[in-house]
């Protein structure tokens, strides 16, 4: 979307509105809102880093009970949208939530279904040797030295 072209340049200054404690808790709390109401249309997957470690810092720093909610929404639309991806960061928030005592359901209820859900890898066919697959990890291939100009 178009607006995946300019996400290098919006992200960065949302994120430091929230990170930057001497702005009102108004507009931090819209930043907040911002980054969650977007993340339907914007691919976040290049900015996750930047935007959750300063999510988990103002999670961290301040006491609005208000404001911590936004940022735990904002926070699991991110999840959301990362999938297992997100698994990178879990221990990050987790250990906020529970430093913080927060009780968030929907996030206790996402981080189940990421434990339960089984990441599906694709097969590899064997190597072909010598035009014939493989039968076993015992069998050796034939290695033959290429000439070499000195």
Not at 110 to 118: I, K, M, N, Y
Request: negative net charge; without cysteine.
């Amino acid at each position: 979307t178009t607006l995946d072209n300019y996400l290098h340049l919006l992200l960065p200054q949302i994120v430091a509105i929230i990170g930057d404690t001497s702005n009102e808790m108004d507009i931090r709390r819209r930043a907040v809102r911002t980054i969650r109401d977007i993340s339907e249309y914007a691919d976040y997957s290049e900015h996750a880093s930047l935007m959750l470690h300063t999510l988990v810092a103002s999670l961290n720093t301040t006491q609005d009970p208000d404001f911590k909610s936004d940022i735990m929404s904002a926070i699991l639309a991110i999840a959301k949208q990362l999938g297992y991806r997100f698994r990178i960061f879990k221990q990050l928030v987790l250990s906020t939530v529970i430093g913080q005592q927060l009780v968030v359901p929907e996030f206790e209820a996402f981080l189940t279904q990421l434990s339960t859900t089984d990441l599906v890898l694709p097969v590899v066919p064997p190597l072909e040797v010598s035009g014939r697959q493989q039968e076993s990890s015992s069998s050796e291939a034939t290695i033959s030295k290429l000439p070499v100009d000195v």
